[in-house]
């Protein structure tokens, strides 16, 4: 009884009442099972460590998943990103137009390549990059638009294609939340010009490190071919000069090695099989977090894009700050008391020192901001307990109830 208030409300544990859970519960967690080690140490066993068959079985299911024509594994999603810019020509002075609530990745990739990254502001309700803001951006330096399909389901992609294809632009979809999110009935990756996924240790679907590429255009596909590793050719159709004997190969442009060893590729494959059975429970996770949160006048709950059926990624918290006696860090740290460990996805791009020191100033994208001061990553994971997603629910609300104006 001494968990509770005068209004019999539940003391939170950041006010000195007992926490909901003992354990902590983290944002994310990865889910390797028994054949995920097995084809792991089953590719150890083999002749190929690197650039063998286990990249081209990951590669396969790729086209399979996604119905792509070409796949091509990569080392992370920050060099599919890069070799993708470098594909579509992103050179000296170009703008590369994205959002600012994504990983840094999604902008750095235009500045490896000699570009500049411009953001374009966020629909306020789905969080994603909205089109009329890509339009307006749009000046004849502009080269390419990256849209990044937040939290996993998709911004308005016909539109964004509708534009791209209207002004010439190389439309490259950062699909490193989306995995298993359908748009129009159909699996990402062939609206895009190239579509990039990750599998980060966080991802929905891992291999500890890995990413890829996806597309439709074999012109695109040898590029990115050729700059995952280093620039160099073994196809003789592509090289300048006669090849001198059997060993020879050239390099043809400058790029770095951005291979992915077969173990990865091996765990991606073997994940990847499973895509179904982690769907299922992120969406049934996002469900019932969605019914709990809607009813409650002091959180703002992300709307779903029209024509996307999404694999959450992220589930994100957000306070109506008007309606609570606390703000976000102070929501954060509440949660952290009660044992579940939260992140922030993300600080906007531009409000990094690096980029402010380049002349981006803040206000540049106001809902972006306002969705940076207003939010929290909750735990989601395919192997959550749906006791579990009760015990975010319950800290959830018992901290909303204790500080509701
Ligand atoms: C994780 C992530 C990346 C980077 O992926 P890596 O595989 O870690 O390089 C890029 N963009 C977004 C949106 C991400 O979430």
Redesign the pocket.
């Known amino acids: 009884m001494s968990d509770l208030n005068k209004d019999n409300k539940r003391i939170p544990a950041i006010c000195g009442g007992s926490p909901v859970r003992s354990k902590k519960l983290y944002y994310s967690h990865q889910s390797i099972n028994e054949k995920d080690i097995q084809a792991v140490v089953d590719v150890l066993k083999s002749d190929y460590l690197t650039t063998g068959p286990a990249i081209t079985e990951m590669e396969r299911k790729l086209c399979e998943l996604t119905g792509a024509k070409y796949a091509v594994a990569i080392s992370?999603?920050?060099a599919a990103?890069h070799v993708a810019c470098m594909a579509a020509g992103v050179g000296k002075g170009d703008e590369i137009i994205t959002t600012p609530i994504?990983?840094a990745?999604?902008a750095n990739c235009s500045l490896y390549c000699g570009g500049r990254p411009v953001f374009a502001d966020i629909d306020p309700e789905t969080y994603q990059i909205d089109p009329d803001e890509i339009e307006k951006k749009i000046t004849d330096r502009t080269k390419a638009v990256i849209p990044?399909d937040y939290t996993g389901q998709t911004p308005d992609l016909a539109r964004i294609r509708e534009i791209c294809d209207r002004h010439g632009l190389v439309m490259i979809e950062?699909a490193?939340?989306s995995i298993g999110t359908k748009y129009n009935g159909e699996h990402i990756g062939r609206i895009a010009d190239m579509t990039t996924f990750?599998?980060?240790a966080v991802?929905t679907i891992t291999g500890g490190?890995?990413?890829a590429i996806v597309t439709d255009s074999k012109e695109l596909y040898d590029k990115l071919l050729l700059y995952r590793a280093h620039g160099i050719t073994r196809d003789v159709s592509k090289m300048k000069n006669t090849p001198d004997g059997p060993w020879y190969y050239e390099q043809v442009a400058l790029s770095t090695n951005y291979r992915i060893t077969d173990m990865q590729a091996a765990l991606i494959s073997s994940q990847l099989d499973r895509l179904s059975e982690f769907s299922e429970r992120r969406t049934k996770i996002r469900d019932k977090y969605n019914e709990a949160f809607s009813k409650m006048p002091e959180l703002f709950v992300q709307k779903e894009t029209k024509g996307c059926e999404s694999t959450r990624h992220l589930y994100i918290l957000r306070i109506v700050p008007e309606k609570l006696r606390i703000g976000r860090k102070e929501f954060f740290e509440a949660l952290g008391a009660e044992n579940i460990v939260c992140n922030v996805h993300y600080i906007p791009t531009y409000y990094f020192p690096y980029y402010q020191e380049m002349g981006y100033k803040k206000g540049l994208c106001p809902n972006a901001e306002k969705l940076y001061d207003e939010m929290i990553t909750i735990p989601l994971y395919s192997g959550m307990s749906d006791s579990d997603a009760d015990d975010v629910i319950e800290a959830v609300t018992r901290i909303v109830e204790y500080y509701r104006k």
């Open positions: 992370n999603d920050t990103l994504t990983f990745a999604s990044v950062d490193a939340h990750s599998f980060h991802k490190e890995g990413g």
